[in-house]
T-cell receptor, first 112, second 113 residues
């Protein structure tokens, strides 16, 4: 079964708005998390990583991690049409940190 | 930027036939991965490798074999292709260790008729 679940499945926000994406793990051994973004016709590309509890901000993107609740989120402020893509949460678990598991994905559409 | 090249980009196969998907990376990464992408399931891990000569089963290995003959190359083999294996397949490479990012190829679209 999928051990990394994402919600919502799809999301539409107006240009300039805030988009919030969620990721929940069912395995407490997942300790290292990433967000990847995939534009149509391309392979996924890493957006940002987060390994410690709390917030991590990179430009318009803020990731939040709460290991106790096994929850990771991504918030995109001032959303742009170019942010329209499929977003994946990815996780590595200890002790086998070389195995990388991806979530089910959230499709974001930013409406001009 | 790290480079991962997949071939072919598109493939049509017949049920029961053998299919080989190839992946080459020039990043000198130890780890390589094969995923399939299906709507509603996201990216699911099929096989991965720690280095030349090694292969490990991922979460959905049934019906697939993998081969890592060198640091640069990692193949996914479908010995007896079935229509349920119709999907988009992605190869990725990554460095050793928990904090390393994966770099993906552009994908192979496989249709099994």
């Amino acid at each position: 079964q999928q051990k990394v679940q994402q919600s919502p499945e799809s999301l539409s926000v107006p240009e300039g708005g805030m988009a919030s994406l969620n990721c929940t793990s069912s395995d407490r051994n997942f300790q290292y998390f990433w967000w990847y973004r995939q534009h149509s016709g391309e392979g996924p590309k890493a957006l940002m990583s987060i390994f410690s509890d709390g917030d991590k901000k990179e430009g318009r993107f803020t990731a939040h991690l709460n290991k106790a609740s096994l929850h990771v989120s991504l918030h995109i402020r001032d959303s742009q049409p170019s942010d329209s893509a499929l977003y994946f949460c990815a996780a590595r678990r200890v002790p086998n940190t070389n195995k990388v598991v991806f979530g089910t994905g959230t499709r974001l559409q930013v409406l001009p | 930027e790290a480079a991962v090249t997949q071939s072919p980009r598109n493939k049509v196969a017949v049920t029961g036939g053998k299919v080989t998907l190839s992946c080459n990376q020039t990043n000198n990464h130890n780890n390589m991965y094969w995923y399939r992408q299906d709507t509603g399931h996201g990216l699911r891990l099929i096989h991965y490798s720690y280095g030349a000569g090694s292969t490990e089963k991922g979460d959905i290995p049934d019906g697939y074999k993998a081969s890592r003959p060198s640091q640069e190359n990692f193949s996914l083999i479908l010995e007896l292709a079935t229509p349920s294996q119709t999907s988009v397949y992605f190869c990725a490479s990554g460095g050793w260790g928990a904090q390393n990012t994966l770099y993906f190829g552009a994908g192979t679209r496989l249709s099994v008729l």
